[in-house]
């Protein structure tokens, strides 16, 4: 048993050994092979690096070449932009040339081209102003003679004189084609209504003329009428009211016209003018005096009064009385009363009366007969 242990023990330490030898020889192997990794990483960096670097430089290049590439395609953006307006302006021009002038900008380069001299435009508009007033056509096409060949052709003052030349042409507006025909019928109007104002103003002139005599006539008229009415006002109301005096006032002499007329009426023992302050009895006295007065001064073959009277006593009745016979001279009155004293003056009475079955009943009586 212990040989095999002993032998036992030398097979492990010669295999220990063998495998110590194994790992020292792995160990030396494993550190080569760790600095050769570390060669190769260090080479693997640097080539890494430079790949960065020139990685870097690409990217710059590119976005550079980038930057290039936009601004040249916004400039041929910008460009294609501007030879279109270019075109469009450029047909724009040559139809205008056809429909307001009738050439073609062929013919417009070779006769009114920048090579020409430019003429004088007051030298221009005198020749065309000529020409209007010789009623002759004007040929756009043919410069007017003269004896200055022009200035030679400079843009900016070219351009300046068609910038003002087309700011006068916005000022006249839009050249109307029926301006004549237009302006045939306006006048032809214009005519018509000046004859027709003539007759107005004739017409206003008779009228104010006929006014005036209207006026005038009104005015006389009312003068005459308020004078006479005036003067029986006085010895109406003096015989109404003994002692008394009353009288008529212009409120505005100067203007007959629109004037107004008042009433003083004072009766005998007052002091008042006023026809508010009076009583009843006078005020209605007084509005008689008036009534009289008017008669008086302009007669009418009958007259109509229906109790005016009625608010009277007896003796102002009677001074009534005295006027109504100084009125039956000359017109017939015809009075509605119930006052016994104003039927006893009368020619003849009418009686109404209702009978039993309510039909009225007219009595009349002559008491001239009576007398």
Do not use: C
């Not at 260090?42 to 590439?69: F, H, K, S, T």
């Not at 700011?167 to 839009?174: D, F, I, N, S, T």
């Not at 119930?338 to 009475?349: N, S």
């Amino acid at each position: 048993g212990v040989a095999r242990r002993a032998e036992r023990r030398r097979v492990q330490a010669a295999i220990a050994q063998a495998v110590s030898h194994a790992a020292d020889h792995l160990w030396l192997r494993a550190e080569e092979s760790v600095t050769e990794a570390a060669r190769v990483r260090d080479a693997a960096d640097v080539e890494r690096a430079g790949l960065d670097e020139a990685a870097g430089r690409l990217r710059a290049e590119r976005d550079d070449l980038g930057a290039q590439l936009h601004a040249v395609t916004e400039q041929l953006h910008r460009e294609e932009l501007d030879l279109a307006q270019r075109q469009a302006r450029l047909e724009a021009l040559e139809k205008s040339s056809l429909e307001e002038l009738g050439m073609t900008p062929d013919y417009l380069v070779d006769h009114y081209g920048p090579h020409l001299p430019v003429p004088d435009a007051d030298a221009v508009l005198e020749a065309a102003l000529d020409a209007e007033e010789r009623d002759e056509p004007q040929d756009l096409t043919r410069m007017p003679a003269m004896t200055d060949p022009g200035a030679p052709f400079r843009r900016d003052e070219q351009e300046t004189r068609l910038r003002r030349a087309e700011k006068q042409l916005k000022a006249l507006g839009k050249v109307n084609p029926l301006a004549l025909e237009e302006f045939a019928a306006l006048e032809e109007r214009h005519s018509f209504l000046v004859e027709q104002l003539e007759d107005v103003k004739n017409s206003r002139a008779d009228l104010r003329n006929i006014i005036r005599q209207v006026d005038e006539h009104v005015e006389r008229v009312f003068t005459e009428a308020y004078r006479d009415t005036a003067e029986q006002f006085v010895q109406v109301f003096a015989t109404l009211f003994p002692g008394g005096e009353g009288q008529l006032r212009l409120t505005d002499p100067d203007d007959m016209l629109t004037t107004g007329v008042d009433v003083e009426a004072r009766p005998a023992g007052k002091k008042i003018k006023r026809l508010s302050l009076l009583s009843g009895g006078e005020r209605s006295l007084t509005a008689l005096a008036l009534l009289v007065a008017i008669f008086k001064a302009r007669p009418s073959p009958f007259y109509v009064m229906d109790e005016v009277e009625a608010a009277l006593d007896d003796r102002n009745l009677g001074r009534l009385l005295t006027i109504f016979q100084q009125l039956q001279e000359s017109s017939q009155l015809i009075i509605v009363t119930h006052q016994k004293r104003t039927m006893e003056i009368a020619d003849a009475l009418y009686g109404v009366s209702m009978r039993g079955d309510g039909v009225s009943l007219v009595v009349g009586q002559k008491l001239t007969e009576l007398r």
